[in-house]
């Protein structure tokens, strides 16, 4: 006999509950430490970069105002990213 969908909601007597439990989040925020990864490299790009134009316009060369806000933009951007896509809950 085939299995139907309420079938498959069933949860499986083989499976490990906390495994089940860890799947069902990972379901919910997939690839959650990859991507904070991405967000903090990218963060540091920004910031990094953010640095080396302050230190420019510092030193008194010209910085266009629209490179200027394209790597205010990034950092901001990131960092939004960043704050955003953390865990709510700290027991996830």
């Not at 690839?31 to 970069?49: D, K, M, N, Q, T």
């Amino acid at each position: 006999m085939p299995k139907t969908k309420k079938d498959s909601l069933k949860p499986d007597p083989k499976i490990n509950p906390q495994l089940r439990e860890k799947l069902l989040k990972e379901t919910k925020n997939p690839f959650y430490g990859p991507r904070r990864i991405l967000w903090f490299i990218l963060f540091g790009a920004a910031s990094l970069g953010l640095l080396i134009m302050l230190s420019r316009v510092i030193a008194g060369e010209n910085v266009l105002g629209s490179d200027f806000g394209i790597q205010g933009g990034a950092f901001l951007l990131f960092g939004l990213l960043i704050w955003f896509d953390r865990r709510k809950n700290p027991q996830e």
